[in-house]
Each structure stands twice: as structure tokens, then as C-alpha cells.
């Protein structure tokens, strides 16, 4: 088992980011800022946990070495190895970044935040240390454990973002472009075709050198590859649900445009009639100014109204034959009478009066018998 944990020291410092955490040059707020920024998840977390727990192990029995051989005042001195870990290392500064680093594990799992991947083996971890301490009687610990259990058990998978996401992406669709253009025929490609095909090998260089940068700190590419997979496909639906969405907006924008470009018209249309009306009203006041400006004629008198005439007629003429000098005579002496007021003719009969008897002789004919 020793030299099994001596196998995980020995590789995690080849490692230089494990190198910069442990450093005794990196205090304590440097350490959880690297860790917060390159170590988000917990199978990186665990790796590191475990590579600082056995430096912290070796760095502090070399320490405590050194000081019995000095306090001893023998010659003797420690192994080169030894040395270096205790020149390079402090045993209290790896005790307080394990305090930090398991702190942050606890925080995370109480959250439930694991990805798909990791769920199976954290719940295999945390059901292991659960079984160990029901064994060790720890009681606190025990129920910590199991509140972290279910917290995971319940949560649903979180995936870390990938960083330069973004800049992958351009690069991975220049990749497949590059690819599509390789699947046709020679015969067909262009001379821009075969430059693109030239910038193949640059393309994948930089594109294997932004994953490496992108790879969490611990990450193997092994484990980055389908996360970098996931959060590439995340990121196409995302961008075609933004540009359905922006499609959308712009639209809705245009019809807002159009109806506001309607409405101003009809307003300047409003307000061209509205001017239109005001000058004809000031035409007219102006005329209507005009005119009682000047000087006004005499009103002409009203025509009398020529007062029409009732004929009267002697019922007696209708017996009795008249002759034309008789006729005009009567007509003259009726239009010369004046009489006070007008006589008005009533649609009813007049009255007859009893006709006299006419004088047989002046009208020439017999007697009626």
C-alpha cells in the first residue's frame, strides 16, 4: 500500500500545476483561487486530494527527521530525496491546503454537484467510507456521510463549463469543413479548395494545443474528450435556439416598424388635412373681413306683392244673355270699385239670393211661363 501511495507522489509531481499547489511559495488563499478557477471537478479533486495527502505524509516525516537528528547533534544527515521535499515543502502549509481541499469536496457533494460520469463512483466512494465508519463508532461523521449521500443520489448531473468553448467550436467546424471538402471528388475542387486543404495539419495542431489548454488541471484527455463532446453539442443548440429567437425578435420588429410607419403617416396625413382646413377657415374669415370692410349698398326695398282681385260675379248672368258692350261695361265699373279689404275666396259656395225677375222686354225673349 506504501508503495502504491508513493506510486500517486511520485507521478502527480511531474506534474507542474501539482508542483505549483504544493508549493510552500503558494499560501493558502493562492491555493483555493488555482483550485476554484482549474480543479472544478470532483474526480480532479479526488486525484489531487490523494497526491497531497501522501506528500503531506512524506513531508512531514522528513521534518520530523530532521529535527531528531538535530536535537540528537549527530552528523549524520537526511537522504537527498528527504531533503528535497523538506527544502521544497512545508508539513503545515500541506496540512492546511488538505483541510482546504477536503472542505471543498464536502461543499460539493452536499450540493450534489457531479457530473453523470462520476454519480456510480462517488456513491461507491461515500457508501465505502460510510461502512467505515459505522465500524469506527464515528457518529458525526456518519451522518455527515449519509446526508452527503442522498444530497448526490437526488441531484441531478452538473458538468463543469469548458473553457474556450467558444474558440473549439470555430476550430472543430473549420476541421469539418476541411473534412467534407476531402469527400469529394479531386476532379471538383477549386484551387481555394486544395489552399483550405493545406491547413489541415495548422488547424489540427492549434486545435490539439487550445483542448490541452482547456483540459481541467488533473483532467486526462480521456475524460476531457466527452465533455468537451457535450458541451460542444449543448452550445450548437443553444446558439440555433438564439438565433430562432433573434429571427423572432427581428420580425416582431419589423411588423412594430411597419405599424409604426403606417401610424406616422396617417398622422401626417391627419395633420396635413387639419392644415389644410385651418388655412381654408383663414381664407374665408379673411374674405368675410374683406367684406364687412367695405361699404355696404342700401338694402333694395321689397316689392309690394300685387294683392290679387276677387272677381264678383251676379248669379243672374248665368240665366240671362249679355251682350259684349254690357259685359265690358260691367268689367270696367268692377275694376274701378276699391274695396277696404281683401275679399279672401273661401273654398265653400257663396250663397245665392233669390234671383228677381228679370224684365222680359230689355232681354228679348218671352216671359217664362
Known sequence: MAAAAASICDEMLLDTNFRTLVSSKTKLEDFNALLEEHVAGWTQKKRLQDGLKDLSAKVDAAENKLSVIKAVGKAKKLEPEEQALVDNYSASNLKEKVKALNDAISAMLEAGKVTAEEKPQVLQNLNERKTAAKAADKAKLLEKLE????????????????ANLKELDALSRKLQEIEAIERRPAKSLTAADRERLETKPQVLEDRNALEARSRMWFESEFEFKPRLDKALTVLALNEAELRKKEEQEA??????????????????????????????????????????????????????????????MNPLTLFQ???????????????????????EVDDEEPSRPAPAAAPAAAAGYPSAA
Open 251 to 312: 420580425w416582431e420588429r419589423k411588423l412594430r416598424e411597419e405599424e409604426e410607419e403606417i401610424e406616422r403617416k396617417r398622422q401626417e396625413a391627419a395633420a396635413k388635412h387639419e392644415e389644410q382646413e385651418r388655412k381654408m377657415m383663414e381664407k374665408l374669415e379673411a374674405k368675410r373681413l374683406e367684406a364687412a370692410a367695405k361699404p355696404q349698398k342700401a338694402a333694395p326695398a321689397p316689392k309690394a306683392k300685387e294683392k290679387k282681385k276677387a272677381k264678383r
Open 147 to 162: 446526508k452527503q449521500i442522498t444530497a448526490v443520489s437526488k441531484a441531478q448531473p452538473v458538468d463543469p463549463p469548458v
Open 321 to 343: 244673355a249679355t251682350s259684349q258692350a254690357e259685359k265690358r261695361a260691367e268689367e270696367a265699373e268692377v275694376a274701378s270699385e276699391e274695396p277696404d279689404e281683401e275679399e
